[in-house]
Structures are given as structure tokens and as C-alpha cells.
């Protein structure tokens, strides 16, 4: 099979797995995504903001092919951040859930390049990816900034200046067999986690959604009380009840839809 053959066909497999993750390109658009030996297979962002995304690497060789979910520049990188973030706990739990259930196989690794070095990269740090979670990934991106700025650093004990140097990391990496079998398992095992960070929020969507929250709170509430005051005035319910049934929705959240379903039920169609 000729290099452009097996940069087409690893492209198809990942299309039919991961459908609207990957951006949908012509024979042609895929090739101008090969450079040397390396198709990059951009990934699509969810929401009404743009994401600054990894890439997936895919690799050829003769017997066997490497799949790699890699953050290459400094956008992502803090876009990746983004999901540390203490109002994103859910989204990070996802993640590390995801990361768990990977096979064995897959490796999470940091590596360097110097600015000026012809040679590739070097391995500063590597993980098995199923045992990654948020406070290795909070390491791990720490360590990129490091490499990125450049700087003194304390190495056994002495002061070392290390010149900045070019980072990446690949979150998810693995090397299979060249048969579609074991490449679409790997692919399909990276599913769920290119699927949350897809989703990731950007630092403009949490803030606003910091700010959105007491707006959506209030509005719930005001939309309860007109309900709670109009069974009221039909004496539906009666003075003690009513503010009984007020400080319920006020203190136990699970209990609002409950509640609301019931003064409707009680006050029939309108």
C-alpha cells in the first residue's frame, strides 16, 4: 500500500469512529495534513465558542501505527487548564473516569525540543495514562510552562539554567498493530475522552456562567413565588403552608421540582 493510500484509509477509520469530533476533509485536505511520515487529524470543539484543540497524530510504519491525542502549542495547553478549574470538577471527574477505563497500552508523555536543536523530541516525563488524573495533569502542565520560559531551576540540589525549549504533550499514546481491527479498538477507547475535552469550557464561558448562575437562580425563584402566590390567592394553599412550602424550595434544592409539580397538579389547567 503506497503512503498516500495509508493516510487515507487510517483517516476513514477515524471519520466513521469519531464522526463530529474530527473535521470532515476531501481526500486532497487530508494529504495537506501529512507532513513527512505524520497525519494530523484536527479535532472539533463543542459550544458556541471557539476551542483552541489537540490534534490526533497518526503515525504509519510497516507492522505498526502510533495514535497520539497531542497538545502542541500554548492556546490548547491552557485550554486544557481551563478544565482544573474548582467550578469544573464535574467535567474533570469525566475526564479522569475516561482516563481510568483506557488499556494499559496508552502512555501519557511530556517531551522537549530546544529552540535552536535539529534533533526531535526527548522524553521528560511519562505516565500510564490510565493512572493520570488531575493533580498529575496540573504537573504535567506546570512543567510545560517551565520548559516553554525557560529559566533557572533546582536539579539535585544546585541552581541549573536551562534555555526555553518547546513542549508537548501527548495525553493519550499508543503504539498498535497496522490492522484496522486493533487501530479502530484504539480509537474507540479514546472516544469518551475526546468527547469531554471537546466540551472543555473556555475561561470566558466560566466566567460567565459564574455570573449566570445567581441571574438563573433568581429567575427560577421569582417564577415560583408567582406560582406560590397565585395558589395562595385561590386559597389552594393556605398562609403556614405557604411559607413552609418557600423555605423548602429555598433549602433543599432536590425538592424545587417536587414542589412546583405539586402546586400545579393542585391548581389544575389554566
Known amino acids: 500500500m503506497d503512503s498516500k493510500a495509508s493516510f487515507l484509509r487510517w483517516y476513514v477509520l477515524i471519520r466513521g469512529i469519531l464522526r463530529d ?12 495534513y501529512v507532513s513527512g ?30 495514535i497520539s491525542l497531542v497538545y502542541r502549542d500554548a492556546e490548547a495547553m491552557k485550554h486544557l487548564e481551563n478544565i482544573l478549574h474548582p467550578s469544573q470538577s464535574k467535567d474533570l471527574g469525566q475526564l479522569e473516569a475516561s482516563l481510568r477505563a483506557l488499556p494499559s497500552a496508552f502512555e501519557t508523555c511530556l517531551l522537549k525540543r530546544g529552540f ?6 526527548v522524553l521528560s516525563r511519562k505516565y500510564v495514562a490510565s493512572r493520570v488524573d488531575g493533580s498529575i ?20 540540589g544546585r541552581s541549573v539554567y536551562e534555555a526555553p525549549a518547546t513542549p508537548i504533550l501527548q495525553l493519550n499514546h499508543i503504539k498498535v ?3 484496522d481491527g486493533e487501530f479502530n479498538a484504539a480509537v474507540v477507547s479514546l472516544k469518551p475522552t475526546l468527547a469531554i475535552l471537546s466540551a472543555a469550557k473556555t475561561q470566558r464561558e466560566i466566567i460567565h456562567s459564574r455570573f449566570a448562575k445567581p441571574v ?13 402566590n397565585k395558589a395562595r390567592g ?6 403556614e403552608e405557604r411559607r413552609g412550602l418557600d423555605k423548602r424550595w429555598r433549602e433543599v434544592p432536590e425538592e424545587r421540582g417536587p414542589i412546583e409539580e405539586d402546586l400545579k397538579r393542585r391548581l389544575g389547567p389554566t
Open 37 to 66: 511520515d505524520v497525519l494530523t487529524v484536527p479535532l472539533v470543539g463543542t459550544g458556541e465558542e471557539s476551542r483552541p484543540m489537540p490534534v490526533l497524530e497518526v503515525t504509519p510504519g510497516n507492522d505498526w501505527v502510533t
Open 234 to 239: 385561590l386559597n389552594v394553599v393556605f398562609a
Open 137 to 156: 495533569l496540573r504537573l504535567l502542565i506546570g512543567e510545560s510552562k517551565v520548559i516553554r520560559s525557560g529559566g533557572r531551576r533546582n536539579v539535585d
Open 116 to 121: 535552536k536543536e535539529d534533533a526531535g523530541f
Open 177 to 179: 498493530k497496522a490492522t
Open 216 to 228: 438563573n437562580h433568581a429567575n427560577k425563584y421569582r417564577d415560583f413565588i408567582e406560582l406560590l
Open 21 to 32: 469530533l474530527v473535521s470532515n476533509l476531501s481526500d486532497v485536505e487530508v494529504m495537506e
